[in-house]
């Protein structure tokens, strides 16, 4: 699948880290360093704009690393880019942790996971098929 692609940024185009990695990763473009101290967010810009196919978005998710290490996570997570936006792809980021943390120019601090999606059509019903499960949730299945 191709993916239209502006790149108004400092930094090569969005890669797969392995040949089977599933998201590509983003970069912060900023002219210089973002501290967020703990609790706090920012919308980080990465340079770049996307056109993706109809039945297409593109999710953005935290890196692994960042949260492990950093606690440092995409805030709503994952985010849709959908295939009609036209704008600059943006990460929300949040700081988890108890420590200040310097996103600095050109970090991968992202990744973006294109992915089909289908549309539903509503069947409005007066009740829903049984299962085993029934209304049960939220760790109900588990210990």
């Known amino acids: 699948m191709k993916v239209k692609i502006v790149n108004h940024s400092h930094y090569p185009l969005p890669e797969y880290a392995t040949a089977l990695s599933a998201g590509l990763d983003l970069k912060a473009d900023i002219p210089s360093g973002i501290t967020l101290a703990p609790l706090e967010r920012a919308v980080v810009p990465t340079g770049l704009f996307i056109a993706l196919e109809p039945g297409y978005e593109a999710q953005i998710r935290p890196r692994s690393g960042l949260a492990a290490k950093h606690g440092i996570s995409v805030l709503n997570s994952p985010g849709t880019i959908d295939a009609d936006y036209r704008g ?27 992915a089909r999606f289908e549309k539903v059509e509503w069947e409005e019903c007066e009740s829903l098929d049984s299962t085993v499960r029934g209304e049960g949730g939220f760790g109900s299945t588990g210990r």
């Open 88 to 114: 600059e792809v943006k990460v929300i980021l949040v700081n988890l942790s108890n420590e200040p943390f310097e996103i600095v120019p050109g970090e991968r601090i992202a990744q973006m996971v294109v």
